[in-house]
Structures are given as C-alpha cells and as structure tokens.
C-alpha cells in the first residue's frame, strides 16, 4: 500500500494530471529531498508540461505543503471503525492501531516522513500554518475516545484529543522514531503485536473504568 495514495482513482483529466504531478513529486522529494526537488524534475516525472504544474500548483512551497497535507490525513484516518458500545474495548481499540501501524510499516511513508521533517525543522512557521489548517479536522481516534467517554466505559473530563496523543506516542516510540531518526528496520510481526497489546493494555489500565461488581 502506498502510504498516501488516492482512495480512489480521479475520473476528470484535470485531477489525473493534478494526481500524477503530486505522485511524481512524492518520488522526488523522497530522492532528492526538498532543496534537490524543482518543478522541472516534477514535470518531466509527471509526463506533463511546467505550465500544467505550476497550474495547480503555483510553487515548490505549496505542491510540498500539499503533499504534507495527504501525509496527515492519511495517517490520521484510522477511525474508519466506529465505537461499538456492545462489545469489550480491547479489541476494539487494537483494530484501531493495527490501522495505525500498517501506515508506519511503510518504508516510503518513512522515508517522505524524513523529507518532511527535515524541511520544517528549517521553517517552523510552515509546520505551524500546516498543523493550524489541519487541526479542525475530526480525527478518528479521538472520536473514538469521546464516544467511549460519553458511554461511561473511559474516565471522563479527559481531553480525547490529549488521550489520542499518547496512545499514539506508545507506539510511536518503537515503530515510528526509531526508524524515522536511526533507520531501524520496521518491526517483526511478535515484536510488533506485543507493543500494540502492551500499548492498549497500559492504556486503558489507566483510562478505563472499572465495571461495576
């Protein structure tokens, strides 16, 4: 699975240039970096003229702020698996990160991940216009958590979204840093299934509440 790949393929000949250009851009920036990356390269990648890229993308700045737009969505996307009240949390909560780690799994996903990060360690103000757009989304696992708050089953008065954050920094920590910043290998499969238990289990030890006896 490519890691921010079209959910589904575009039908006009406008969007499949559009697609095309940002596929094509998403390969140079993963070779080349940012700095390494023109419009020029992206075009003849693209199979399409400059003056179509620059069309829909009016500069290097906004065709990579699109792409890093795709990256967020997409990886924060997993709540496409609703809140069952009728059944145990557990299993419920892993579904949800097992979504969650086939993305980190993905080599290039690592690897654009590292372009990105590299660029906006250098601008700040482009991560915090980035983060500030996308902020208003819904994201999947704090709805998922705020359902399961607003059914008794998690301690209320806990912001979802902070909750959401370290669940997702418990599996970061080994299968995301790691490989972003040391190049480590993507996790064996026990390795990989014991942090994701290892991570619910802490979790909702200390989110859950306790059934009544």
Known sequence: MHPIAPTAAPTRLTDRKREAIVQAAIAEFRENGFAGTSMDRVAAAADVSKRTVYNHFPSKDELFEAILAQMWERSHAQAEIPYDAGSPLRPQLLAVLEQKMQMLDDASFIDLSRVAMAELMHTP?????????????????????????????????????????????????????????????????????????????????????????
């Open 125 to 213: 103000e482009r991560a915090r216009a980035l983060v500030d757009r996308l902020s208003e989304k819904e994201e999947g696992l704090p709805q998922w958590l705020r359902a399961a708050q607003q059914d008794g089953r998690l301690r209320a008065g806990v912001d979802a979204q902070y909750a959401a954050h370290q669940l997702h920094g418990l599996v970061k920590s080994f299968a995301f840093w790691p490989q972003l910043a040391m190049g480590q290998p993507p996790l064996a499969p026990a390795l990989r299934q014991q942090v994701l238990e290892d991570a619910v289990d802490m979790f909702l030890g200390f989110y859950a509440v306790a059934a009544p006896a």
